[in-house]
C-alpha cells in the first residue's frame, strides 16, 4: 500500500515561497504510469488541483499557478517537494499531495494534508 505524508512550515509570510515535501512509502515514486501531484483546498473552498511531477521527471502545471510554481523530486528518498513563490493570503490552504495512477485513471492515494497558512 502506497502512503504518503506532506511535511513542511504551517506559516509563511506573505511574498515568501511555500515548500512542502512529500515523503512516499510502499512505492517508487518513478513507477511508470504515476502522477504526483499537489492539491490544495482554501478554507472555505473546493479542491483546487496546483500541478504534477510523473514517473519520468516530467512537470505540468495549473495555468493559473503556473508562474509561481515549481515541483521537482528526490527519488533517492523518494520524495517530491512542491514550491510556491510570492505567496499572498490567498494561497492559505490545506495542501495535499495524492497519487493519480493511470492505469485506474483516479488518485488512489493520498496524504492526510498539511495546514499551511500565510500570515505576517
Known amino acids: 500500500q502506497v502512503q504518503l505524508q506532506e511535511s513542511g512550515p504551517g506559516l509563511v509570510k506573505p511574498s515568501q515561497t511555500l515548500s512542502l515535501t512529500c515523503t512516499v512509502s510502499?512505492?517508487?515514486?518513478?513507477?511508470?504510469?504515476?502522477?504526483w501531484t499537489w492539491i490544495r483546498q482554501p478554507p472555505g473552498k473546493g479542491l483546487e488541483w496546483i500541478g504534477y511531477?510523473?514517473?519520468?521527471?516530467?512537470?505540468y502545471y495549473s495555468p493559473s499557478l503556473k508562474s509561481r510554481t515549481s515541483i521537482s523530486r528526490d527519488t533517492s528518498k523518494n520524495q517530491f517537494t512542491l514550491q510556491l513563490s510570492s505567496v499572498t493570503p490567498e494561497d492559505t490552504a490545506v495542501y495535499y499531495c495524492?497519487?493519480?495512477?493511470?492505469?485506474?485513471?483516479?488518485?488512489?492515494?493520498w496524504g492526510q494534508g498539511t495546514q499551511v497558512t500565510v500570515s505576517s
Open positions: 495524492a497519487r493519480w495512477v493511470g492505469s485506474t485513471n483516479a488518485y488512489d492515494d
Open positions: 511531477i510523473s514517473y519520468s521527471g516530467s512537470t
Open positions: 510502499g512505492g517508487s515514486i518513478t513507477t511508470n504510469y504515476c502522477y
